[in-house]
């Protein structure tokens, strides 16, 4: 399946750490065996699913939209 990126997302990527784009990338892998793995947004969201995972005990959110391609729209932590 293809992958493309959003700017939002580019933007982030770009800021992230060595470790921390290792796990992102693990991540994406994730997503790319198994496109719906993230949890299915409703109302104004709809068609957008948020993938969950940890980097050094932080939790980081993936968002992405999935069509004939997956789109990855934004990558952030959660406020602690």
């Known amino acids: 399946?293809?992958?493309e990126q959003e700017?939002?997302?580019?933007?982030?990527?770009k800021k992230l750490y060595k470790n921390q784009l290792a796990?992102?990338?693990?991540?994406?892998?994730a997503i790319m065996a198994d496109?719906?793995?993230g949890e299915e947004k409703k109302?104004?969201?709809a068609g957008v699913r948020v993938y969950k995972f940890y980097v050094d005990n932080?939790?980081?959110l993936l968002a992405y939209e999935v069509?004939?391609?997956?789109?990855?729209?934004?990558?952030?932590?959660?406020?602690t």
């Open 58 to 60: 932080k939790m980081y």
């Open 23 to 29: 796990e992102v990338n693990k991540a994406i892998r």
């Open 7 to 13: 700017s939002t997302f580019k933007r982030t990527y």
């Open 67 to 79: 069509n004939e391609t997956i789109m990855l729209m934004a990558l952030g932590s959660t406020a």
């Open 35 to 37: 496109p719906t793995i």
């Open 1 to 3: 399946m293809h992958i």
């Open 43 to 45: 109302g104004d969201l």
